[in-house]
T-cell receptor, first 113, second 114 residues
Framework: NAGVTQTPKFQVLKTGQSMTLQCAQDMNHEYMSWYRQDPGMGLRLIHYSVGEGTTAKGEVPDGYNVSRLKKQNFLLGLESAAPSQTSVYFC????????????FGSGTQLSVL | DAKTTQPNSMESNEEEPVHLPCNHSTISGTDYIHWYRQLPSQGPEYVIHGLTSNVNNRMASLAIAEDRKSSTLILHRATLRDAAVYYCILREGAGGTSYGKLTFGQGTILTVHP
């Protein structure tokens, strides 16, 4: 099993450009989420999804949009990138329920110039 | 959202046990306690989780207070590879209003000395 796969691993954008970060899981998990992690900081929840076709806002949703058209994929979009969005982005997935343990991807390093 | 409180940092010597505390005084009856760790330049990885009873697995043990307002992650013999940031989080059941909103906080930076 590949687990949780994030693409790309690295990306450099100019201010105002748009892009989509992709997350795919092959574990048939209902729950998926996106986090960002700034240097020396903890993880902050951007958006999450408890099932196909549903999404919800996390702690820091502004400037991001998400879509969950297929159960195995959770896309994070930046419509107009800003330098403040320079960060490492992690995708995570799990089975439903409070016992479901999170599986994380290896991260996407995004720099916005 | 239920919150957790952890010390910013802790230190240990190699081969010694490490007890990482976590306070979660607002925990509800159906919240599970999860622990994750993040090695340098990697994504977080699952360590252990529990509800009421103490739990053991190959990585660590989890001791949960009787009133469930605190828990302790125990690494029985720390190695240099255990140096990481350790996060304690609470996870609601699927019917909870904050079920999907898993917040991580700052975690505890564990330094292991040779």
């Amino acid at each position: 099993n590949a687990g949780v796969t994030q693409t790309p691993k690295f990306q450099v954008l100019k201010t105002g450009q748009s892009m989509t970060l992709q997350c795919a899981q092959d574990m048939n998990h209902e729950y998926m989420s996106w986090y960002r992690q700034d240097p020396g900081m903890g993880l902050r929840l951007i958006h999450y999804s408890v099932g196909e076709g549903t999404t919800a806002k996390g702690e820091v949703p502004d400037g991001y949009n998400v879509s969950r058209l297929k159960k195995q994929n959770f896309l994070l979009g930046l419509e107009s990138a800003a330098p403040s969005q320079t960060s490492v982005y992690f995708c995570a997935s799990s089975y439903s329920g409070q016992g479901g343990k999170l599986f994380f991807g290896s991260g996407t390093q995004l720099s916005v110039l | 959202d239920a919150k957790t409180t952890q010390p910013n940092s802790m230190e240990s010597n190699e081969e010694e046990p490490v007890h990482l505390p976590c306070n979660h005084s607002t925990i509800s009856g159906t919240d599970y306690i999860h622990w994750y760790r993040q090695l340098p330049s990697q994504g977080p990885e699952y360590v252990i989780h529990g509800l009421t009873s103490n739990v053991n697995n190959r990585m660590a043990s989890l001791a949960i207070a009787e009133d469930r307002k605190s828990s302790t992650l125990i690494l029985h013999r720390a190695t240099l590879r255990d140096a990481a940031v350790y996060y304690c989080i609470l996870r609601e059941g699927a019917g909870g209003t904050s079920y999907g909103k898993l917040t991580f906080g700052q975690g505890t930076i564990l330094t292991v000395h040779p």
